[in-house]
């Protein structure tokens, strides 16, 4: 295939207009929307999974929504293969007819992540690294030593490693050691190859995109979310809520051993609003008690909502900030082009939001020249700029190091050793470190003070 494919994707925090925008989008371009929210997936259960009610969708295709049974599974490699397939289906359908525009849009983020880019950072070759299981279970020798002997031993073949680990920590020497025997290379020289290839390469973009993130101050968003929930209940989510609980009481839904403890992280289940519930239809389902006891619980459950919204409208900005951007803006073809539009001011939508995704999206698929991301507003130029530096997991790792506390000592007098620069950073601000450092002082003051009278004494005595 010659020139990479072509995408646009939508994203930002819960309830900012994420599906508005896509559907907006493909109007103007004959587009069609990729749906990239992992409870969006299921059948059924709209008003809890957020879904864009269908006469706001303007017939617009929505794929990948609305399809999926209830105790079905999804997972991101799943959402990987049918969106790709999605994509090429459209571009090849936009062959015959006029240009189309795939744009994927949800909150999933790591399904959208896992679409721009490939993860694959090391060469092919070098890819036939060893699951973590299998490494964690290999050389079982190595149970048997002590972990004195452990570290020795990692010294030798990976010194690099060593002096990143507690030497009493087991289970990191024991990865690297294990790591060393099963690649037959020292686990920092895997580390700082892959670390390599990232800084020359970044990570391979699957597509040329465009990626909206439409933004808006938290304390602008945060009342529009609360608003949502409220509608939310308001047009039936105690109706979805009950239907997913009957379905786990009456059995409809399989539920594997130890459900009870996760049973609010597999698929609906996650949905916000279900386990923020579960007092008042707990309640409910006991059935004595009375209204104003009542009422209360479901105040307190609706506040619960809501605060688990804005935590995760929080946390997708966080994502956004710190993975999306560096990695977009670490990739040296630009292929991967990001773009911040303000949606603080829902009166302004149109001026800041559509017409601007709409205009860039028109270059983009005529392949002329993109505007500035920065100098698309204000809040774009701050938001931008704002970014957190590039530091991946593996330069981490590179570059930290254990430090030992020159003052402080273990319950074995032994002295003390912190674990990389943040440990550090923590120990030297921490309580014990700071109490006995004015101990220190304070004893060396009182040394330096039986000293001079020491001093003064034998003065005195030389001059009588
Ligand atoms: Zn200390």
Known sequence: MSAMRKIATVVGSSGIGKSKLAVELCKALSGQVINADALQVYKGLDIITNKMPLNEREGIKHHLMDFLETEEEYQVTSFLKDASQKVATIHIESISEEKQLPVVVGGTNYYIQSLL???????KQENREASPDEIDSNFPEFDQLETPELYQRLSKVDPVMANKWHPSDRRKILRSLRVFYQTG????????SQRDHYETHGLDPRYKALVFWIYSDPQKLNPRLDARVDQMIETGLFDEIKDLRNQ???GHVKLPKGFELEKYQRGLWQAIGYKEFDA??????????DPAELEKIKVECTDRMKAATRRYAKSQIKWIKNKLLPTALNAKNNDVIVYCLDAGDLETWDTNVREKAVEIAKLFLMDLPLPDPASLSETASQMLAQLNPVLDTQTKILTWNKHTCETCKTDKGEPLVLNGDQEWEQHKKGRHHRKYLKHLRVEEKRKAYLESKKKEQEEQTTIE
């Not at 880019?117 to 060469?123: A, E, M, V």
């Open 117 to 123: 880019w490939n993860n694959t950072t090391i060469g």
């Open 185 to 192: 290379k020292p686990q920092s020289e895997i580390i700082k």
């Open 248 to 250: 786990v009481v009456q």
């Open 280 to 289: 008042y239809f707990f309640a409910l389902e006991e059935g004595n008690k």
